[in-house]
């Protein structure tokens, strides 16, 4: 057995998806990196927005059947963070996705498996090939068993909420100021930093967040700020 074949049973081990069509798999992990350095044509790209369209819809179905008192304004909000780069990258990394990409020496050697954008667009391919592979139940499935129980509890907990926005609506409010975000610290390697942030709020309030994106650090920090002020009106 080919050590790809074995990287490939590894994949759908994860997905609790094996696929028909094992060509299909590859293209959807090959970056356009690797097909560019190899010369080939195929790559992820044309699956991924394909993938994009799935997730969207199978989101949909399932915040419509579960949460049927929601207004659809607030199904919107939820939607757009479950099919966000940030969430599916969290997703991507909980499976190790990163290490079954196929990328070029340059994407490789400046840590392309660890970048969030990169591995957002990989999972959206890779849906779409489970997609075109099985059909749209078992689409539906392999998405609801890899999201379902996170969804619930991120809704549970309101980890949707834009942290940022709804703190600064609040500051505005009641110290008419903004917050102030500044980054401390980078700790670790250049391909898999963790990024520590400070906010300020007008020299009241200091809190510090801590995420492997300056943005994901920033909002680590409001989510804590908010916490201390929720008791503010």
Do not use: W
Request: net charge negative.
């Amino acid at each position: 057995m080919s050590n790809d074949q074995l990287r490939y049973e590894d994949l759908e081990e994860l997905l609790f998806y094996h696929f028909k069509n094992r060509s299909l798999l590859t293209e959807a992990l090959t970056h356009r990196s690797y097909s560019h350095e190899k010369k080939t044509k195929t790559n992820y790209e044309r699956l991924e927005f394909l993938g994009d369209a799935v997730l969207q819809l199978v989101i949909t179905e399932y915040l419509l059947q579960r949460y049927r008192d929601y207004d659809e304004g607030t199904l919107s909000k939820l939607r757009g963070y479950f099919v966000s780069e940030g969430f599916l990258s969290i997703i991507a990394n909980e499976i190790g996705l990163g290490r079954f990409v196929l990328l070029g020496k340059g994407e490789k050697a400046s840590g392309g498996m660890f970048k969030d954008s990169l591995l957002c667009d990989i999972f959206e391919s890779l849906v779409a090939a489970i997609y075109r592979d099985g059909g749209y139940d078992i689409a539906r499935e392999t998405i609801i068993h890899l999201f379902g129980k996170r969804i619930d509890e991120d809704i549970s907990s309101n980890s949707f909420i834009d942290a940022k926005s709804e703190l600064q609506k609040l500051t505005q409010k009641v110290y008419g100021a903004l917050p102030e975000y500044n980054v401390l610290r980078e700790v670790g390697p250049e391909h898999n930093k963790t990024f520590v942030v400070e906010l300020i709020i007008e020299g009241i309030l200091h809190e510090t967040g801590e995420g492997k994106s300056k943005k994901s650090a920033e909002k680590d920090a409001a989510i804590k700020a908010l916490s201390r002020l929720e008791h503010v009106s």
